[in-house]
């Protein structure tokens, strides 16, 4: 019994951690967490700016889709053409959103300008 004590404590003193070994080549805005906190530091602003891109993507995704199934369901008889228009105004949102974050107003303008010619036509 008294030799599994010894044993114990043998690996207990050996399984410590260095205090010389602990804080070696450490920066002071470094901690145990230090390459955490050097990504973070790196990329702050594009992480954050990214989410926001993903979420305008998602909105405008969300937009076009739910402007598509009301001009697809616009067949009802009395409320089709009010769901025909809200649904070429929310299609028409979207494709806005997204020439806004691909920074192409063509994507915008073309769209506009089919919906008028069809108008028209």
Same mark, same amino acid.
């Given at each position: 019994?008294?030799?599994?004590?010894?044993?114990?404590?043998?690996?207990?003193?050996?399984?410590?951690?260095?205090?010389?070994?602990?804080?070696?080549?450490?920066?002071?805005?470094?901690?145990?967490?230090?390459?955490?906190?050097?990504?973070?530091?790196?990329?702050?602003?594009?992480?954050?700016?990214?989410? *926001?891109?993903?979420?305008?993507? +998602?909105?405008?995704? !969300?937009?076009?889709? /739910? $402007?598509?199934? %009301?001009? *697809?369901?616009?067949?009802?008889? +009395?409320?089709?053409? !009010?769901?025909?228009? /809200? $649904?070429?105004? %929310?299609?028409?949102?979207?494709?806005?959103?997204?020439?806004?974050?691909?920074?192409?107003?063509?994507?915008?303008?073309?769209?506009?300008?089919?919906?008028?010619?069809?108008?028209?036509?």
């Amino acid at each position: 019994m008294h030799k599994h004590f010894k044993q114990g404590r043998r690996n207990w003193h050996h399984n410590r951690p260095n205090k010389k070994t602990t804080n070696q080549n450490t920066s002071p805005n470094e901690t145990n967490f230090g390459t955490f906190i050097i990504i973070y530091n790196i990329f702050p602003s594009n992480s954050v700016e990214n989410e *926001v891109e993903g979420m305008n993507i +998602q909105t405008n995704r !969300l937009l076009g889709i /739910l $402007g598509a199934f %009301l001009m *697809v369901i616009s067949f009802l008889p +009395q409320v089709g053409g !009010l769901f025909m228009l /809200l $649904g070429i105004i %929310l299609v028409l949102i979207a494709l806005k959103g997204y020439a806004d974050t691909y920074k192409d107003d063509s994507i915008f303008n073309n769209a506009l300008y089919t919906i008028i010619l069809k108008l028209l036509v």
